[in-house]
């Protein structure tokens, strides 16, 4: 079973930055795209940032030159560093990653639970 667990939410004033992190366990061959989704009260999901395996970075136009996105691929991590925050960032976001369990194999799109991210004004 594959899982991704995400951290590093919280509290924050704007202006202020937070670093999420997100790990993938479980039995895994490959690794495609990572990334990380929010959700806002009352809003749909919306794509924050994903990176490739290679590296190729894609962000949302609200977040760019404020966030990035990096990824560790011999710890299965990725990383979302969040500079600027202000309180239309306040939302619960999530981790997702397309992983291939095993050669042969499609790949899947897995999810995390999500972490909170308040920013106060």
């Known amino acids: 079973q594959v899982q991704l667990v995400e951290s590093g939410g919280g509290l924050v004033q704007a202006g202020g930055s937070l670093r999420l992190s997100c790990a993938a366990s479980g039995s895994m061959f490959s690794i495609n795209d990572m990334g990380w989704h929010r959700q806002a009260p009352g809003k749909q999901r919306e794509l924050v940032a994903s990176?490739?395996?290679?590296?190729?970075?894609n962000f949302a136009n609200s977040v760019l030159g404020r966030f990035t996105i990096s990824r560790d691929n011999a710890k299965s991590t990725v990383y979302l560093q969040m500079n600027s925050l202000k309180p239309e960032d306040t939302a619960v976001y999530y981790c997702?990653?397309?992983?291939?369990?095993?050669?042969?194999?499609?790949?899947?799109?897995?999810w995390g639970k999500g972490t909170l991210v308040t920013v106060s004004s």
């Open positions: 990176i490739s395996s290679g590296g190729s970075t």
């Open positions: 997702n990653a397309n992983i291939r369990r095993r050669f042969g194999m499609p790949a899947m799109d897995y």
